[in-house]
């Protein structure tokens, strides 16, 4: 089959198709006939170096969805479903997958990879949250799939929603752009949560824009690095903060929130906006094309 490996790390030239023996399925995996990958923001951190990462040259990706043509439970066979993986492998014909959800049957396979793990991630950081109607919410990075179905979400629930994304590139009650460097002076006092995403030590201003015992769900590092918050800042107004490891302390809560978010999908709350697509031999220019920062939405591979 053809996937795309990482050799090294660096610019996206890193990243080359080539030939590999398709993966065996272990025990209780099923095979999966790739239709779409997507290509998040965080890859791109995870193929330069900037989020360290190591290891052996190996199949790079980590978001796929396809049809199912191998499975223990014969039902599963031709089913369409989308996968994450924590150690890659998702850029290739074939994947095999221990963890999948099943896709509601109107829901396309880009659609199905462009939502999943964000629409997800959205479900799982608001209900922590516990946003309740009436609050005011402030959503980084609303351009990004993620924080552009919390700003969705939380606007359904009643919240009233701030939101920051490059220019006119998000749909809120306000949008600030968060290129512009002094955007949190910028944020209206009183904000009840936020949802952190592009961390730096910079995201500490944000302290003095929340109400008495605000909460902060920090999960993100589009700037490169996680916020960085003393407890001085915090205790001040008695915030509470919470590290949102989607991929660690609440993966579960995120992979229990991927069905739901997909439903979202199907019943049209949520919206999957795709960018562009790719053949799986351009990852490397798909890369490009996340880095330019140009585009609104999710990248897509089709294999
Ligand atoms: N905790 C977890 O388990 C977990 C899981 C998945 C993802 N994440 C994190 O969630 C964040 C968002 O992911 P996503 O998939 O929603 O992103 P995405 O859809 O790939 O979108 C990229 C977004 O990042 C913004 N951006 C890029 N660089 C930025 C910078 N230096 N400063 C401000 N904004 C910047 C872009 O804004 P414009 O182009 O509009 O300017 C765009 O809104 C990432 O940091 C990722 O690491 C965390």
């Known amino acids: 089959m053809r996937a795309v490996v990482q ?18 399925r272990g025990e209780g995996e099923v095979l999966i006939r790739v239709e779409a990958i997507a290509v998040p923001f965080y890859e791109t951190q995870l ?5 360290p990462a190591g290891g052996e040259p190996s199949v790079f990706g980590h978001e796929a969805a396809g049809t199912v043509v191998e499975a223990d439970d014969r039902s599963l066979v031709g089913r369409r479903v989308v996968t994450m993986s924590f150690t890659g492998g998702a850029y290739a014909e074939v994947v095999a997958a221990s963890q999948y959800t099943l896709v509601p049957e109107t829901v396309s396979a880009e659609h199905a990879v462009a939502a999943a793990v964000p629409a997800s991630m959205a479900v799982a950081l608001l209900r922590t949250a516990n946003v309740v109607e009436g609050e005011t919410v402030l959503v980084e990075a609303a351009s990004g799939a993620i924080g552009g179905h919390l700003a969705r979400l939380a606007g359904r629930r009643g919240a009233r929603v701030i939101a920051t994304a490059g220019k006119g590139k998000a749909d809120a009650d306000v949008v600030l752009d968060h290129n512009d460097p002094a955007w949190r ?17 910079r995201a500490a201003e944000l302290t003095a824009k929340l109400a ?32 949102f490891g989607g991929l660690d302390a609440y993966a579960k809560d995120v992979a229990a929130a991927r069905a ?24 490397a220019a798909a890369h490009a094309r996340v880095e330019s920062r140009e585009g609104a939405g999710r990248v897509v591979l089709v294999p």
């Open 7 to 24: 050799h090294g790390t660096g610019g996206p030239e890193v990243l080359n198709v080539e030939d590999r023996p398709e993966p065996h």
């Open 47 to 51: 193929r330069s170096g900037l989020i």
């Open 185 to 201: 002076k910028n944020v209206s006092e009183g904000i009840d949560v936020v949802f952190e995403s592009i961390g730096g030590p």
């Open 212 to 243: 008495p015992r605000g909460r902060i769900l920090a999960y993100g590092l589009l700037s490169g690095e996680f916020a960085t918050f003393s407890v001085a800042d915090l205790a001040a107004r008695g915030l509470t903060l919470i590290g």
């Open 260 to 283: 739901e978010a997909l439903d979202l999908v199907a019943d049209g709350t949520l919206t999957p906006v795709i960018d562009r697509t790719y053949p799986l031999a351009e990852a």
